[in-house]
């Protein structure tokens, strides 16, 4: 759709026309104050800080105008490299701002992830927004609080000490009516004040002498501050990059090849000339691209050419492809995964599993095994590209924008400092699924046409092109003594990489590389104390598909394998599953949340599976727990299962979590929720099917994801350790880790048998009772 100048934030305008919002024209149009970092006489040190006109590079983090702007209106605006990804972390990074600034939250804006407006904290992913860039938020702040002190000081020449700053105001203290507001000290001015900045990314070091504040005077963090997002999302009248238009840009498609690894052998342009508001033909090795004025048009010349959809294969369309038939059969994957070579990884090596192995008195082995996996994103991938001769100008939702700055810097030989990433919200993130790659397929396109020009992936690009989440293999083995006790504990994975940042588009067109591949680890720390441990990943690249991070990878599945099997040692020990892992842990985080969770649930003592149940229905309830970054939770689960279908629902949860200091309860509630909701659509449906040539489950119908009537009827959450002297670590990934192993053991209590194989689909739980039965 296209949006009204009214219904974009300050810094849309520039997508309508209307302004250009560098901070030059933000300043001038404002007469507002940016603040920034040195130790002197803040009276004088008013200067100009323009950036240079032929630079959009990243500003000084050096500066505090980097960081903060305050206007004459007393409203002011926090800058930060990181994006909101649904996560609520604009708001939870404002709420830090306003706390040590002392300034009123609901007058403070903040500007994301542009990268000629914000300084580099590193890209937004695994739960380590808050983490690290709130500190430097932290100190920055604290910082701008101070230098308004001491201009308010010489103001009313006094000694600072003597002043207090509160929600945007100074005043003497225990004097009433002597005060001034923050945008009357700025008075139209800039403060160009340095301070001390060292590092970068997630190792940037801000202001770290700034007086902070004593956390337990906080009164902004910590609290249920409603999200900033939410209202324009509920409203329609948020602007997601699939939203944003550019004054004459044209519309783009990219032209799958049939085959993953297909060559591209000849582009027969027939007829493309007729479709009214047709362009142009996009060709660069293996990548081929349609360029149209309307979108329209170019979705009829993709498919004249053949999107790679046609069942008939390689020469269903006027672009012929080579007949590439290289990924592994779907079955096979497993085997393929233990025959591929890569790194061997120690996890854990305590004792000697195999010299204990021979005196146990019970031997227990499993193998787990999880599938590809796809983001999932309802909104597909989209971006422009507006590519010059010597400068770029993209509009995005990357996770990742300063990353992706010098990505398009190498891929097109011009200078980062003559390129802006423009960062909007996309519509579906949560890892690396397609929204770096359609930046360079707006790039080809544009610098070909030399305009700019809109890419807006369709859905089977999404759902085929996108990386997937690998899958992986797992093989346990445990013994027992004869008192219960375990003895022998050994966990091997096979995990392909979670960390592929290569480009597709630069790939197809046989451009020099750029990110790297990777080998999958373990993502998960070895945490029971059993006298003989033997816990080792294989990693090796990418297995047939393209595969990058999926929300918590590589965790989830893991936490899924070592959580399951530990149940399973329980029940062959004929003890209480919670018993069990406490026995076996001296993590006092750990025991915490799982208490927690059992008293929040009203857990009673026994072993699985529950009693026998008559009927068709049966209910069962399963536990686990993970660390994934220093946060602990603990979920416990309530489920049915029908006999006769094979169908589970979810009826019961309850999440116990501890990521230290919480900033804002309700943003973090609303994590935990939607990590629930989606691990249990990944652990019940969701599953990447493919043929030899490519990705098959194109649409919802070939990959279901769980729908409305699925959720739990109750989430419970109970938040652990939230208390100021702890620090904060983050709330966007761990709670999806413990599902998977929740549901299959819940599954065992209920009808004692055990789901090995993720998704849980009814078939394949039927399947687990007639081998059972």
Known sequence: MNTRPEDLHDNDRHETGTLPLSRRNFLKGTAGLVVAFAIVDPTAAIAAAETAADSVGSPDSGKLYAWLAIRPDNTAT?????????????????????????????????????????????PTYGSMAVRYAGPQIRHAAAAARKALLDLAAAR???????????????????????????GELVAGKRLDIAIEASGSGF????????????????????????????????????????????????????????????????????????IPGFVQVVRSGNFLGVVAETEWAAIQAAEKLGSGLDPEGPQAGQAKWSDWQGLPEQDAVWDTLKKTTGTNNSVAAKGSVDLALPFAAKTIQ???????????????????????????????????????RADMAEMLGIPEDRIDVKWFEASGAYGRNGLE??????????????????????????????????????????????DGNVVAWRHHMWVPTTGDTRL??????????IGSEGTGDSAIGYAYTFDNADVACHGMGRVGLLTAWLRSPAQFETTYAMEAFIDEMAAAAGQDPLSFRLRSLDDKRAIDVLRAAAEAYGWDSRPSPAPQQDGKLAKGRG??????DDVRVATIADVMVDRDSGAISVKRVVVAHDCGLVVNPDGLSNQIEGNVIQSLSRTLHEE???????????????????????????????????RPEYPSYGGGEPSTCPTAAVISNAVYDAIGVRLRQTPFRPDRVKAAMSRTG
């Open 78 to 122: 926090l800058f930060t490299g990181k994006v909101e990804t649904g996560t609520g972390v604009e708001t939870a990074l404002a709420q830090i701002a306003a706390e040590e600034l002392e300034f009123p939250i609901n007058r403070l804006d903040v500007v994301m992830g542009t990268t000629s407006q914000t300084v580099d904290q590193g």
């Open 156 to 182: 009313f020449k006094l000694p600072a000490q003597q002043l207090e700053a509160k929600e945007g105001v100074v005043s003497i203290i225990g004097t009433s009516g002597k005060s001034v507001t923050f």
């Open 203 to 274: 190792g940037l070091k801000v202001a770290p002498d700034a007086p902070v504040k004593d956390p337990s005077t906080y009164a902004v963090v910590g609290q249920p501050v409603r999200r900033k997002d939410i209202p324009g999302k509920v409203t329609g009248q948020f602007t997601y990059i699939q939203d944003v238009r550019v004054d004459g840009m044209l519309h783009g498609r990219v032209v799958r090849p049939y085959g993953v690894g297909a060559k591209l052998e000849s582009v027969d342009e027939t007829g493309l000339k007729d």
């Open 366 to 404: 499993a193998t787990y095994k999880t599938p590809f996996q796809m983001h999932g994103s309802i909104g597909p991938s989209c971006a422009i590209a507006d590519v010059k001769a010597d400068s770029a100008t993209f509009w995005a939702g990357t996770q990742m924008p300063h990353q992706m």
């Open 437 to 482: 790659h359609v930046i360079p397929d707006a790039a080809l396109m544009s610098k070909a046409v030399g305009r700019p020009v809109r890419v807006q992936w369709m859905r089977w690009d999404e759902h085929g092109w996108e990386p997937k989440g690998p899958p992986i293999l797992q093989e346990l083995t445990g013994a027992l003594d004869k």
């Open 504 to 513: 597709i588009a630069v790939e197809l067109a046989g451009l020099p590389q």
């Open 623 to 628: 536990i686990a727990w993970v660390n994934r």
């Open 688 to 722: 990447v099917t493919f043929d030899r040539a490519h990705v098959t489950s194109r649409d919802w119908e070939g990959y279901p994801i769980l729908r409305f009537e699925e959720i739990p009827d109750t989430i419970d959450i109970v938040l652990v350790n939230n």
